[in-house]
């Protein structure tokens, strides 16, 4: 098992090794015009530095001067050593930033999780017990639509429903008019309400996935011999499901639970944007829209360490809750 | 069944072929392929994909063809907009004027002001000792008592030239004031004689215009323009009158309509002028030209969602066309080979799995934004990313089923008898995986398109002038348009998931369909 996960990570940082270069190789390959332009535009901010701090902390940064392969070595032991330089677009040391709106959108992703879990694997549980049924239809095309809609056409629905129509939430933002005059629970309760609707959106579309991926493995293991011998032997439905069957429907959920903890620090980037909530998705947006390239290499390699340590984890994972499963 | 109803009024055959047991009575021999037809078209839910995505077809590329309007077609509509035009007040302070080569400076000009509301006809400043001599209704004059020099005027009824930037002496003003209020109708400066007209008209003997006294000042909004003598005498006569409309015939003859709107907070009057202009016909609501409106460029928005669908339905289909034609060489090889190529094309295809996608291609959207990409070429860049960012999904698929397949005999077989191995793979192998192939490809094209959309939606995918599904919903962004105009978004969007459900409902039941397994 310890030389199995040795393995893996090894791996996983070779590929970490190779997104990076990719990604470093394709800013690189903007053209410097543009980062000039982006660098000079930025020194017009108010508090920032000046267009030749700008160039020469770029250049330093990204070893602009050297060749790609060497520019890249230069940036990665940057990198490793914490040293993520100063955002173009915010004017602040990037991990400052990154700090200030990564938890807000971890927060979400908990939340939307839970509630994604809580509905998702039940409902996938029924359909697949009631196989063909009217049940198993609705939720099934239900599971469809929900992973067929596009998130931005969700959202403007929603508002237009309960922010203009019903006038329950704001439009915008995380925090109401008033927010200042509120005594802390108000605060946090202003907030909570704000959030409503961007978590209902993550949930409403995260659903879809999880409900069709457990229809179909619980529908595996009910097909499976060992549910027949439980029938077969006389064990009533309900234990034959809930003792049996969902226990190994676990094993793949799970797996793949695991593997997106992780994810839930990358941030909604469509959600935040459109409800204007300051997390990581909404901070990395305006940075990318922006050219902002210190904050961009930075959310783009936090992503691709998000990913691998998921995919690690559900490796892993699938590994220890299946004892059939031998490592090679 | 055409058989049966075309003989059926000869019973006796009929009855005699049904009970005949002959082979091809009892057992219907089917293709693989009408099975899986079969099959498909009994899954309710997947016909009514395949219905909408007929649909959709119809409409986007039909639908273009038989639509009266261009993708870019802008259309107008004549708005009246009221322009602002002239401003009028009616003065109610004292006004000033000094005599050549005389100081009358502002803190006299407030003596004089306090002086008139005593109603006193001396006041003293500096140990000076200075006249007002009301000459008529509020009308005065300032002398020096000393020496009964005039230093200036001081008066409420404003004399302005006729003619444009010409200035008017000072004795004429005097003169000119002083005799309109006290209503008389002639005077006399320097021997010339000149008459005024119960309007308030200046002129001289021989008839020639010079100014214009009115209690109201009327001056141009519009930089540049002056306004005629006629046209300030009408309209200060209507302001008398209180009307809130006035028509004025200019020299050419030709009417003019003006608005009069009275502020009462700052005490003047505004003139609109109602000027007819061409302006693009946006945010129309619905109607029998425009199903559907128009958008904000003033473009069918019917017409705009057709274009948008082939946009959105061709990007869809090459970029998985890209993704599969690499994914199927690359699975292949990797399957076939195994070994180091298996090892190496994977973890190829870990890199790209790891590959943020969404926020490279916001990267790259930003960075043609500022470097004005030709939106055509746009387009063709879209594709290429998508479709090579795509491709690792379709190369595991594949590889893991050639993993399995290249073991069965018939790959033995075709060793055997020497096949080239490039065909080993692409004509044995590949054509057992196409079932898989379809699926995969079915759900990519939702995915796909929704992607794109969501690109376009951000500003950062397919770019006016072309229009996209996503890049029409673009504008709910715009809270007033999500507030108002719901026929510019809710459209594009139910189009959009209609479109996106249907594949993944079509591809749904192909899998179903071509599982032979399926008990139903």
Not at chain 1, 36 to 46: C, F
Not at chain 1, 154 to 172: H, M, P
Not at chain 1, 299 to 312: C, S
Not at chain 2, 422 to 430: A, D, E, N
Request: hydrophobic residues 45%; proline residues 3%.
């Amino acid at each position: 098992m310890q030389k199995y996960i040795i393995k893996r990570l090894f791996l996983a940082v070779i590929i970490f090794f190779f997104v990076m270069l990719i990604i470093y190789a394709l800013m690189r390959c903007l053209p410097t015009s543009y980062i000039e332009a982006m660098a000079r535009q930025k020194s017009l901010q108010p508090n920032s530095k000046s267009y030749e701090e700008w160039m020469a902390q770029l250049t330093e940064m990204y070893g602009m001067d050297r060749g790609i392969i060497a520019g890249y070595f230069h940036w990665l032991g940057d990198f490793f050593r914490g040293n993520f330089g100063d955002s173009w677009y915010y004017t602040v040391p990037v991990i400052e930033k990154f700090n200030d709106t990564v938890w807000l959108s971890f927060w979400m992703g908990l939340i939307t999780m839970f509630f994604e879990l809580v509905i998702a694997i039940p409902l996938g549980i029924i359909a697949a017990t009631k196989q063909y049924t009217k049940t198993d239809y609705t939720i099934s095309v239900l599971a469809i639509a929900f992973i067929s809609l596009p998130t931005f056409f969700f959202i403007a629905l929603l508002k237009l429903l309960f922010s203009v129509k019903l006038g329950w939430f704001d439009l915008f933002g995380l925090v109401g008019r008033n927010y200042e005059q509120l005594n802390s629970l108000g605060q946090f309760l202003d907030k909570c309400h704000h959030l409503v609707l961007p978590i209902l959106t993550l949930v409403v579309i995260s659903i879809g996935g999880l409900m069709r991926y457990t229809r179909t493995n619980m529908l595996e293991v009910l097909n499976a011999d060992y549910i027949r011998t439980a029938r077969a032997k006389g064990l009533d439905e309900h234990k034959v499901i809930y003792k049996h069957a969902f226990r190994n429907t676990l094993i793949p959920l799970v797996t793949i639970v695991g593997g997106s903890l992780p994810g839930l620090f990358s941030g909604a980037l469509f959600t935040e944007t459109m409800f204007s909530i300051p997390g990581i998705g909404y901070t990395s947006y305006h940075a990318m829209v922006a050219g902002d390239i210190p904050f961009s290499m930075f959310y783009l390699a936090f992503l691709a360490i998000l990913t691998l340590v998921g995919n690690l984890i559900a490796d892993i994972l699938y590994a220890v809750v299946d004892p059939r499963v031998r490592i090679a | 069944m055409s058989d049966n109803t075309e003989n059926k009024n000869i019973s006796a055959p009929i009855e005699e072929e049904q009970y005949s047991l002959n082979d091809d009575r009892r057992v219907k021999v089917l293709s693989p392929g009408t099975m899986v037809a079969k099959r498909f078209f009994r899954n309710r839910i997947a016909v009514v994909g395949l219905a909408i995505l007929t649909f959709m077809f119809l409409f986007s590329f039909v639908g273009g063809i038989i639509t009266p309007y261009g993708e870019n077609q802008q259309f107008y509509r004549i708005d009246i907009q009221n322009k602002e035009y002239a401003g009028a007040v009616k003065n109610t302070e004292l006004r000033y004027m000094a005599a050549p080569d005389q100081k009358f400076d502002s803190i006299l000009q407030a003596q004089v002001v306090l002086a008139t509301q005593k109603h006193n006809d001396t006041f003293a400043y500096r140990n000076v000792e200075y006249g007002v001599i009301e000459e008529g209704r509020d009308f005065y004059r300032i002398t020096l008592l000393e020496s009964d020099t005039t230093i200036g005027i001081a008066y409420k009824d404003i004399v302005t030239p006729s003619l444009e930037g010409k200035n008017l002496e000072f004795e004429f003003v005097l003169n000119a004031l002083k005799a309109y209020t006290n209503g008389q109708q002639t005077f006399h400066v320097d021997g010339a004689g000149y008459n005024i007209d119960e309007d308030g008209g200046v002129s001289s003997e021989n008839g020639e215009e010079l100014a214009f006294i009115s209690r109201y000042v009327v001056q141009t909004i519009i930089p540049g323009s002056f306004l005629s003598r006629a046209f300030q005498e009408e309209l200060v006569a209507e302001l008398e009158a209180g009307a809130d409309r006035f028509v004025f015939t200019d020299t050419d003859g030709i009417e003019h309509e003006y608005a009069i709107d009275y502020k009462a907070d700052v005490k003047n009057w505004v003139i609109r002028q109602a000027t007819e202009t061409r302006v693009y016909d946006t945010y129309a609501a619905p109607s029998c030209e425009h199903w559907l409106g128009t958008d904000r460029n003033g473009m069918d928005m019917l017409t705009r969602l057709m274009y948008g669908g082939r946009v959105s339905l061709i990007i869809g289909f090459i970029v998985e066309a890209i993704s599969t034609i690499l994914g199927v060489i690359m699975g292949g090889l990797a399957g076939y080979f195994g070994k180091w190529v298996d090892n190496l094309i994977m973890r190829i295809v870990d890199i790209f799995y790891c590959i943020p996608s969404m926020p490279l291609l916001i990267i790259l959207g930003a960075a043609m934004d500022a470097m004005n990409v030709d939106p055509r070429l746009r387009m063709v860049y879209l594709m290429l990313i998508l479709g090579f960012l795509g491709w690792p999904s379709m190369a595991r698929l594949i590889r893991g089923q050639i993993l399995s397949l290249r073991e069965q005999e018939f790959m033995t077989a075709t060793e055997a008898t020497g096949v080239r191995v490039s065909r080993r793979i692409f004509k044995h192998l590949v054509p057992n995986v196409i079932p898989q192939i379809i699926v995969s490809v079915t759900m990519g094209i939702g995915g796909t398109i929704i992607t794109e959309a969501s690109l376009s939606f951000l500003g950062l995918g397919v770019k006016y002038p072309f229009a996209s599904w996503g890049n029409i919903i673009n504008d709910v962004n715009n809270t007033f348009v999500l507030q108002n105009y719901w026929f510019i978004w809710v459209p594009a969007g139910t189009l959009l998931l209609l479109t996106v459900l249907a594949w993944n409902l079509v591809g749904d039941g192909l899998r179903d369909a071509f599982d032979p397994k399926m008990k139903r």
